[in-house]
């Protein structure tokens, strides 16, 4: 039963019990869910003359109610050791039923209760129990209940003061989540700032080692080329293309941290995309990948032909690596009118396993990787940044067919009267 508790002078008349609790309940320091209820259990104990207090929470991941919340008693301590502060939904027990319907529970002959589970009757000897559900933002995500050892314990009213305590127990909780989702998110924006900074100091530092070591190689393949060795011709090419994508990563390593800082300056200048694209494409028609091209003759557009080369190189890359062996890829490039204005499209089509729906959320997120991706997960990033930073769009489309397909959209250029091409000078 409650206890009054005396928190006022010999002047004052006694303070009721609930309104003690809650008091004590919202002074809470507020940090793990775990030690907030923990300290509630404690609170709730200190009020209501009882053995054991436990707070239940439900764990989606296992299907099973957790006493994240218990006072120390001797009682508690036993129900850890026999394993009973975890109760899986499927074995059942008061507790499950309260949390399933919602209804409290008030019980004084806990050992004749066919309803509750053995554990409890024989492991933990209880004799009286009263539970109710708590409610976290309005959705039922555990059970508060207090038991003894001995019969006819707890009286109606008290079932009423522990209902009215799980409201606020359910108040903590929530607190108590928002604290750790608020922690969780900083440590992780610590970890990631910390990564960045690593990894832009080690990509600064191998870049002023790649152009001696790639100067190195053209000096061995061209002694090679001229002794006719055509072994070594042909290893010292496959390393030269291996420092070609060590350079890539490295640059598009250097680019993020640019665009992230706001650094990232755009040259602009009058772009043929056709010739653009087809040039960057060249770079990856080896080793018998076939890329076939759709294209008029001329598309212009106003950008960084640099920046744009890096943005084409990460979706040719990206295509290149998510598609069969000999299957290929295909790029179309053409002007469109779409939301009300002229675009130059770059469209390029792989013909892979296409990109799973649960991956599209996240697929130009930073060091977003799927599962059969290598790498660090910049290059999609890399690529939608540069075309925003155009005025432009990458998303993604749907392929109809085998394969995923990228849609690259910048503001399509249209020369004055007079002017045929791309003439102007960078900006």
């Not at 070609?244 to 490295?250: H, I, S, W, Y």
Request: aromatic share 4%; glycine share 8%.
């Amino acid at each position: 039963m409650i206890e009054q508790l005396d928190t006022a002078t010999s002047a004052c008349a006694p303070q009721p019990p609930l309104f003690v609790a809650l008091t004590r309940l919202l002074a809470l320091p507020v940090t793990s869910v775990r030690e907030t209820l923990v300290e509630a259990c404690e609170v709730v104990a200190s009020v209501v003359e009882t053995d054991k207090v436990d707070a239940f929470l439900h764990d989606a991941a296992r299907d099973s109610l957790v006493a994240l919340g218990t006072n120390d008693s001797p009682m508690s301590r036993r129900q850890r050791a026999l394993g009973l502060d975890r109760v899986p939904m499927s074995n059942g027990g008061r507790a499950v039923e309260v949390f399933q319907t919602g209804e409290r529970y008030f019980c004084d002959d806990v050992q004749a209760d066919a309803g509750e589970l053995q554990g409890i009757k024989e492991g933990l000897k209880v004799q009286s129990t009263i539970a109710v559900p708590i409610e976290v933002q309005g959705k039922r995500r555990g059970v508060l209940m207090v038991t003894a050892a001995t019969r006819n314990k707890y009286r109606w009213s008290d079932l009423e003061f522990l209902a009215a305590v799980a409201h606020w127990v359910g108040v903590v909780t929530h607190r108590a989540e928002l604290v750790e989702e608020a922690t969780r998110v900083a440590a992780e924006r610590a970890r990631q700032r910390t990564a960045e900074e690593l990894v832009s100091v080690v990509a600064h530092d191998l870049r002023n080692l790649i152009a001696p070591l790639a100067a190195r190689l053209d000096v061995l393949t061209v002694r090679a080329e001229a002794e006719a060795r055509a072994a070594d011709v042909d290893e010292l090419s496959k390393a030269r293309r291996g420092v070609e994508r060590l350079g890539r990563v490295l640059s598009n390593l250097l680019s993020v941290e640019r665009i992230e800082r706001g650094l990232f300056d755009l040259r602009l200048q009058v772009v043929d995309l056709v010739e653009l694209t087809r040039s960057t494409a060249a770079l990856f028609a080896v080793g018998g990948q076939a890329i076939e091209i759709e294209a008029p003759p001329q598309v212009l557009a106003r950008a960084d032909p640099d920046a744009l080369r890096q943005a084409l190189e990460n979706l040719l890359h990206n295509a290149i690596t998510h598609s069969p062996e000999g299957a290929g890829l295909s790029l179309t490039i053409r002007r469109d009118r779409f939301d009300g204005a002229n675009w130059s499209l770059v469209r390029v089509r792989d013909f892979g396993p296409g990109i799973p729906v649960e991956l599209l959320p996240t697929l130009f997120d930073r060091f977003a990787l799927g599962p059969k991706s290598f790498g660090l997960g910049l290059g999609l990033y890399l690529a939608r940044s540069i075309v925003q930073a155009h005025g432009g769009t990458l998303v993604v489309e749907d392929a109809d067919g085998p394969g995923a397909c990228f849609r690259l959209a910048l503001p399509l250029y249209e020369p004055a009267s007079g002017q045929d091409g791309p003439s102007e000078r960078p900006e």
